[in-house]
């Protein structure tokens, strides 16, 4: 939910934008063609008109994203889809991280901005995890100082993939 509020503030922020102010640069002087392209387009439509998107689950490819046009006709402007943290068949599944990339490549070929969610696991947890036990997990003071302390680091159960 918080992603989505981000978005809409985003683009709530644009709005108020001129549609005839000059599109300041971008903040990365080094931004690609293709930024510089993308961020153009957001700022020629303010004022103008808004980007939907659909949020998608990697076990479920572009489904949300072809029923909003089986429903309205139109592809939502935004492409959203997550990386993934459980295992096996789940909706959330790491399994799919190939499939999700592939997928990106093709909404983003078709013109969609894209959106990325990586829940982040506990950095000393492995995936697959589960939701609850790891992403929304807490580390204990002593699993943090395991973590942070330099000597015991390359000893500390995942963290040396960290550091």
Do not use: C
């Amino acid at each position: 939910m918080r992603s989505v509020r981000l978005v809409v503030l985003f683009f709530a922020s644009l709005s108020g934008l001129s549609a005839s102010a000059a599109t300041p640069p971008p903040v990365n002087p080094h931004a690609t063609p293709e930024v510089r392209a993308v961020l153009a387009a957001i700022y020629d439509i303010s004022g103008k008109g808004i980007v939907t998107g659909q949020h998608n689950y990697p076990n479920d490819g572009s489904r949300w994203t072809d029923l909003a046009y089986d429903i309205t006709g139109k592809y939502p402007g935004l492409f959203g889809e997550d990386f993934g943290f459980s295992g096996g068949d789940d909706k959330d599944s790491t399994l799919s991280r190939p499939a999700t990339v592939q997928e990106i490549k093709r909404q983003w070929a078709n013109g969609s901005l894209i959106t990325m969610t990586w829940h982040e696991v506990r950095p000393t947890d492995d995936e697959p995890v589960t939701f609850h036990d790891s992403v929304q997990g807490h580390l204990t003071d002593y699993e943090w100082h395991e973590l942070l302390t330099p000597e015991r680091r390359s000893t500390s159960a995942g963290a040396s993939r960290w550091m």
